[in-house]
T-cell receptor, first 113, second 113 residues
Framework: DQQVKQNSPSLSVQEGRISILNCDYTNSMFDYFLWYKKYPAEGPTFLISISSIKDKNEDGRFTVFLNKSAKHLSLHIVPSQPGDSAVYFCAASGLNAGNMLTFGGGTRLMVKP | SQTIHQWPATLVQPVGSPLSLECTVEGTSNPNLYWYRQAAGRGLQLLFYSVGIGQISSEVPQNLSASRPQDRQFILSSKKLLLSDSGFYLC????????????FGPGTRLLVL
């Protein structure tokens, strides 16, 4: 049972446009969400997080939106750059799980010049 | 600042041989430590986590084991590798508080032949 799902395995975007990566979760106990970026043969790099008390968190070109009623979060990258091409993982945790993260399957973003 | 090291970066091992992957963290005390595996084209699967020396929890039954002989050292082992153990192994740490971000090491690519 996948508690965190990223339904789009890949996404292709033109440089300068917006990239929107989506993530859905089923566990209503999740209250902390993170996005990681991963290049091939490297460890994931933390990008941005959001707590369930907020519905939006912004850091430079990256914005994460959380819709608790829909159990949905999204990562917006504006403007997209070729260096953003990577696999993006969303992850979730809940107080009842301590610091355990449940990861989605990842979305491969390709930003075309 | 905190850093996390993993070695080796790449490992090719024959089926049935033993395995030892090491992870160390610098710049923090009493971290939570984690081992993940990413199989080819798939998401991150939590294998083990540790909240203190000698304290190991396993998330999935498998051919692997983990040990934490020192506060900032986490070791992933196997007595006899299987072909299915091939993958990309990632170590991560987080502060010993709830809902802290996990930070990943560079990973070890293991190929079992």
């Amino acid at each position: 049972d996948q508690q965190v799902k990223q339904n789009s395995p890949s996404l292709s975007v033109q440089e300068g446009r917006i990239s929107i990566l989506n993530c859905d979760y089923t566990n209503s106990m999740f209250d902390y969400f993170l996005w990681y970026k991963k290049y091939p043969a490297e460890g994931p790099t933390f990008l941005i997080s959001i707590s369930s008390i907020k519905d939006k968190n912004e850091d430079g070109r990256f914005t994460v939106f959380l819709n608790k009623s829909a159990k949905h979060l999204s990562l917006h990258i504006v403007p997209s750059q070729p260096g953003d091409s990577a696999v993006y993982f969303c992850a979730a945790s809940g107080l009842n799980a301590g610091n355990m993260l449940t990861f989605g399957g990842g979305t491969r973003l390709m930003v075309k010049p | 600042s905190q850093t996390i090291h993993q070695w080796p970066a790449t490992l090719v091992q024959p089926v049935g041989s033993p395995l030892s992957l090491e992870c160390t963290v610098e710049g923090t005390s009493n971290p939570n430590l984690y081992w993940y595996r990413q199989a080819a084209g798939r998401g991150l699967q939590l294998l083990f986590y540790s909240v203190g020396i000698g304290q190991i929890s396993s998330e999935v039954p498998q051919n692997l084991s983990a040990s934490r002989p020192q506060d900032r050292q986490f070791i992933l082992s196997s007595k006899k590798l299987l072909l299915s153990d091939s993958g990309f192994y990632l170590c991560a740490w987080s502060a010993f508080r709830l809902q802290e971000t996990q930070y990943f090491g560079p990973g070890t690519r293991l190929l079992v032949l």
